[in-house]
Structures are given as structure tokens and as C-alpha cells.
């Protein structure tokens, strides 16, 4: 099992930046890669970003490219999400995700464990 606290939310306004993070704990040794989706009032959860644990590739959702950065401190055991010129759509709950199984990274199903999530609010 692994365990996920994500941190780093709050009330920000458009323009501005958050950096989440997404700590993890148990047997994270086990580890493979580490994703960020979130999930606007009324709306699915969706793909951010996702990327390998060990120096692996990064991929992105079309919506934050050139905006946000994943990175990870696999020494601390822990994930960030740096988002950078926030706009009113990004507000949502944010969540981390970690050990893909299979292919299809962009898709909820592909994740094992989920925290619980933190909440992004931006201001127009």
C-alpha cells in the first residue's frame, strides 16, 4: 500500500502561481510514476500531468502545457505540481495519483492509489 497527502492548495487569483505537493509514504519502493488529475464542480476528473518516478518522461494535458510543471524528489519521496499563470478554469480539487498499471496514463483506471485531495481556487 501507499499512502498520498497532497498540500500546497488555496485561494490564488488569475495570473498567479501554486505549487501543490503530493507526499508519499508505505511502500513507495515500489513506485513507478506519479500523475495529477482534478476535478471541477459539476465535471469529471481529469487528466493534468504525469510523470515517472525515476527520472522518467513527462506528458501533460493540452489544457496546462507551457503552464505547469510535474517534478519529483524521489529522495523525499514526494511530488510537485508548479502551476504558473492560473486562470478561473483551473480552479478545482486537485488530486495525486501513484503506480500506473498499464498504458493509458490519462485515464483514471490506469492508477492504484489516490490521495485525498486539495482544492484550488482562482480568482477572476
Known amino acids: 500500500q501507499v499512502q498520498l497527502v497532497e498540500s500546497g492548495g488555496g485561494l490564488v487569483q488569475a495570473g498567479g502561481s501554486l505549487r501543490l505537493s503530493c507526499a508519499a509514504s508505505g511502500r513507495t519502493f515500489s513506485m513507478n510514476a506519479m500523475a495529477w488529475f482534478r476535478q471541477a464542480p459539476g465535471k469529471e476528473r481529469e487528466f493534468v500531468a504525469r510523470i515517472g518516478w525515476n527520472g522518467g518522461r513527462t506528458y501533460y494535458a493540452d489544457s496546462v502545457k507551457g503552464r505547469f510543471t510535474i517534478s519529483s524528489d524521489n529522495a523525499k519521496n514526494t511530488g510537485f505540481l508548479q502551476m504558473s499563470s492560473l486562470k478561473p478554469e483551473d480552479t478545482a480539487v486537485y488530486y495525486c495519483?501513484?503506480?500506473?498499471?498499464?498504458?493509458?496514463?490519462?485515464?483514471?483506471?490506469?492508477?492504484?492509489?489516490w490521495g485525498q485531495g486539495t482544492q484550488v481556487t482562482v480568482s477572476s
Open positions: 495519483a501513484a503506480d500506473q498499471n498499464g498504458y493509458k496514463y490519462y485515464t483514471e483506471g490506469a492508477w492504484e492509489y
